[in-house]
Each structure stands twice: as C-alpha cells, then as structure tokens.
T-cell receptor, first 111, second 115 residues
C-alpha cells in the first residue's frame, strides 16, 4: 500500500538544527519531496530527491534518503523563526502521478 | 509564486449545495491535479486531468467531478455538499511527459467552509 508517516510536532531552539523524519511504504517511490506550508497558505516545494540518490544539499537544507529502510529526513541548519511552519513529506512513483502526502510535522521555533 | 492561480480564495456554502472551484495552470502546463486538505491533515489526491480527460482518481465519491478546458484550466465541482467537505482545495499543474523532478506546481488553494 501507499502510506507516508511522520511525527506530528517538533520543537527546536533558534539557531539549532531541525531534523524532520519520515517513513514511506511504497518501494516503487521514485520521487520524494519536502513541502512547506505556512499558516493559511498553500504548499511550497522546498526540495526533492530521486530514489537513486542518497543525499541532496541545498543551502541550509539537507535531505537524506535511506531507500533500504524507506526513511527520508530533512535537516534545516541554523533554524530561524521564518522556518516555523508545517513540513510535509511526500512521494510519487512517476513525475505526473498522484502525490502521497504525510500528515505533516509542525515545526515550532523556541527563542 | 508558481503561476498557478485558484478562485475563489474563500467560500462558504451550506449542506446540500453545489460548488465550483477554478484553477488556471501555469503557462505551458497541460496536466492539472486536484487535492483536498482537511484541517490537520496532509493533502489527499482527488483526481487528475490530462488533455481534457480524467487521468486517475483517488478515493472520492462521484459527487466530486471535474473538467479541463482546451486552455488547460480546470474546474472542480462538488455536488450535495457535506460538512466533511470543508477543507482547503489545492490544484497543481504540471507538464506531462517531460523529464526533470520539478514536479507539480501548487496554487494557493480555495478554502471551503460548509455549514
């Protein structure tokens, strides 16, 4: 079946690193994504990784993929107050296929 | 800004009514997907339209229907509204058949409240 699981809440001090974890069940997943949603807003694609990659880094964002364990993580370095949002892990088999989302992890930044 | 627009931004309806939501895809995109995001949940796939035909459907009843027009814009219609239809409705556009991982670009959504 298709399922994406992630913890619902994460609290991090400003300046520290945030690590948001996600597991998925579909071994045919080809594309894995992280989206950000701020209050009252739509979805913003933060980054994505192909299933044949282990890691992708983009400025403060690092995505790690363990395909064997079907585990995806998003690390945000030097977390800032503007990073406060809900982060969705998502996967799809093909580029135009339906996207399967997790329930989202709410990131709370402590001063 | 993704270039995907949705209207209206907010809508209030009562149970039993019908609603039409609209989406204009990003220039050059020919595929539109619709998602429902209930409060506190992740978006769930409703259906996708490609070349004016339904091209995949999620676990939603037939009272959820759609259209895609020759300019690739799209409508989502929901009949006989129920309280549980209250949600943020997101559309996403993409260009089928191209390579790259840029995936689907989401619009800002329409927030529907059913009373």
């Amino acid at each position: 079946g298709e399922d994406v699981e992630q913890s619902l809440f994460l609290s991090v001090r400003e300046g520290d690193s945030s690590v948001i974890n996600c597991t998925y069940t579909d071994s045919s997943s080809t594309y894995l994504y992280w989206y950000k949603q701020e209050p009252g807003a739509g979805l913003q694609l933060l980054t994505y990784i192909f299933s044949n990659m282990d890691m992708k880094q983009d400025q403060r964002l690092t995505v790690l993929l363990n395909k064997k364990d079907k585990h995806l993580s998003l690390r945000i370095a030097d977390t800032q107050t503007g990073d406060s949002a809900i982060y969705f892990c998502a996967e799809t088999r093909n580029r135009d296929d339906k996207i399967i989302f997790g329930k989202g992890t709410r990131l709370h930044i402590l001063p | 800004e993704t270039g995907v627009t949705q209207s209206p931004t907010h809508l209030i309806k009562t149970r039993g009514q019908q609603v039409t939501l609209r989406c204009s895809s990003q220039s050059g995109h020919n595929t539109v997907s619709w998602y429902q995001q209930a409060l506190g949940q992740g978006p769930q796939f409703i259906f996708q339209y490609y070349r004016e035909e339904e091209n995949g459907r999620g676990n939603f009843p037939p009272r959820f229907s759609g259209l895609q027009f020759p300019n690739y814009s799209s409508e989502l219609n929901v009949n006989a509204l129920e309280l549980d239809d209250s949600a943020l409705y997101l559309c996403a556009s993409s260009l089928a058949g191209t390579s790259g991982g840029e995936t689907q670009y989401f619009g800002p959504g329409t927030r529907l409240l059913v009373l």
